[in-house]
């Protein structure tokens, strides 16, 4: 009897390692995945603190949480706020007016 394993046991061999290497791939994409979603809920999570605090009108808080920010979110949140504002003020001119 030769000590070598026959050839199916070979071949079932090759498939576990193969199928070990694509769970691996497939682990480390999910991995990436969740990393930018986490990363983006973040984000989305310091914007909303300074929407609030400018809603709020709570201007050093507004300062603080933009200060903490990388200048490309500080100019996201410009931007998003000055959609908010043009749109606003869009919505409001087409609302019909309360009789006093």
């Known amino acids: ?3 070598q394993p026959p050839e199916w046991a070979r071949n079932i061999e ?3 390692v ?3 290497r694509e769970f691996g791939a497939a682990v480390e994409r999910a991995g990436r995945a969740l990393g930018r979603a986490v990363d983006q809920a973040g984000r989305t999570a310091r914007a909303q603190a300074a929407m609030a605090a ?9 300062e603080k949480v933009l200060r903490a920010l990388p200048p490309e979110q500080v100019r996201e949140i410009s931007a998003a706020a000055a959609v908010v504002a043009a ?4 919505v409001l001119a087409q ?3 309360d009789p006093d």
Not at 87 to 90: C, F, I, P
């Open 18 to 20: 193969e199928a070990a």
């Open 95 to 97: 609302t019909p007016k």
């Open 14 to 16: 090759k498939v576990a």
């Open 1 to 3: 009897m030769s000590d």
């Open 87 to 90: 749109t606003a003020d869009q």
């Open 54 to 62: 400018a809603y709020q009108a709570d201007l050093e808080a507004l």
